[in-house]
């Protein structure tokens, strides 16, 4: 189905021109209409434009009536234009179709529209580095006849099914290990049996997106105020005792504890050192589980890795679990 | 004057035995007795002991009835201690004359301690850094004849301040650049002329340490709610658009807004990359006085550097400053 999508850049300046070119080519090759915002190029110091040029790139993608509003990527650059962006506008432009797509940095701006509209933005690909990933299979780089490369399959599936209103869901396996629902102490060993741990979560608010960002916004106006929702967090190229710390931010504060359920996406591009002797991923997962009585779930398919679904934010959604199949499910009969 | 200096790890497990062994050493040099927690070489995953482990040994530091309560090193582990501390304790230990030094991951019990107890603790070195820095002038390391080695005389002679009693204040000299009570917006170039920045700040109670480890503090009942202070923020190995990032949320959140001035330490050993296309601390500093009215002075000589000077967080402060020339003042005449 044919739909107009704005491209623009709220955060840092798009560096790689190629990737930005292929995923403008791959997203008409899919029959869209794709307008390309006059400041998508921009560059100030990191940014993708000063300020004032990057406020008003979101406020023409608001003004734009497209049916979506696409980051050419993510880095930095949104927190600190958070006070100056006028949020009725984007609920405006929200309520009349548009969908606004992407994560990392775009996890402030669409915490602060949550916070301030309530409105639905969606947790999905930038541009560059969703549509516009390598598609020539290139020996010389390494790439095996077996690596997938070029535009995600399941992440444009999960594209088509936001943009035509057909999805119902996201449905994924949890890791082996990471028992749901689990109180295990960091000392204790993952349980071998989760047969327990089929449970379903009904009509929560799901939120989230990358960690941290959303622990840059806490004690900020622009982190919205849940309670029993459905927290979801992803990062890259964080140590895993940064994940914990952000973490046990988000713990003490009260924001985990009043939730639902947490799930985690795609922790990756971290390097574990010889001092860690054994502290991992999972032993945070772990810790986590001793500090909160709801389920935590683990390997949610989003994150800075390819293969990612797309997410309503500030939607209400069903979580259904069944041992390590998990789902969470927007479709409308919720 | 010879002191009971208690030593013990209260975050990351000691892994340089040797700057141990020689940060024990030079502290007995100096005259002083040195007791060492029974714990204080512990290790468990990243850290010096569990959580249980840690938390004994800074309740033990609390009742040794030392005059010095030393860290041994930061690294990770307090925040998630902080809901167990015996505050009661540790405010008990102050009151009889134990002065708590640290740093970095110490921030975190810094500030709790400071919000519930408004106790005042130390900014200062860490044992294996600070006294145990390496003394042995080795050609075959790379050090030239004019590199300073071992422990860093003013960060002696300013401990050796603090334990006395003897201790007035620190002066220290701002980067050039860096003008303060400035209001340059981010475009413009710093001005040349700073001589109407000459102001005292009375009575104002110091805060700060870490701001990765304040930062996850916020929103927390273990920031201390600080009205009319002054904050001095130092980190290492944080990219300006990092600590730009942190500093939008101690702003965001109010903070910021609600001191007398912000006093910058050093930011260290953090990789500029071809991306930020001039985008720099000075840029973030910058920005900072355009989005504060109060002073933002820079270089106060504390953070993770060798020469340092010991700060005492929850005092009131006199701060002086004469265009470049900046004092923190705390004798006994204020």
Known sequence: ???????????????????????VAR????????????????????????????????????ASGADVALITRGGYGLTRLLPRINYKALGKAIDKGTQFVGMSDFTALQMAV???????????????????????ADEADGHGPGKSLGPDDIM???FDDM?????????????REAAPAA???VAEKARPSMARDTFTVKHALLWGGNLAVLCSLVGTPFLPQIKGGILFLEDVAEHPYSIERMLTQLLHAGILGAQKAIVLGQFTEYKLVPHDKGFKLQTVVNWLRSQVKIPVLTNLPFGHVPTKVLLPVGAHVELAVERRDAFLLWGHHH
Chains 1, 2 share one sequence.
């Not at 955060?11 to 930005?20: E, H, L, N, T």
């Not at 943009?163 to 890791?175: F, M, S, V």
Request: proline share 2%; glycine share 12%; aromatic share 6%.
């Open 27 to 62: 997203l008409k090759t899919l029959g869209h209409e794709v307008e390309v915002d006059a400041a998508a190029l921009a560059s100030h110091l990191r940014f993708a434009g000063d300020d004032d040029t990057r406020l008003a790139a979101i406020h023409r993608a608001a």
């Open 163 to 175: 943009i035509t209103g057909q999805g119902e869901g996201a449905g994924w396996r949890q890791l």
């Open 114 to 136: 949550l916070a301030k509209t309530g409105k639905v933005t969606w947790a999905g690909p930038a541009l560059c580095e969703g549509f516009g990933a390598n598609d020539k």
């Open 1 to 23: 189905m044919k739909k107009h999508i704005y491209i623009y850049s709220p955060s840092g300046a798009v560096r790689d021109k190629a990737a930005f070119k292929r995923g």
């Open 156 to 158: 444009e599936a999960c």
């Open 183 to 185: 109180t295990t102490s």
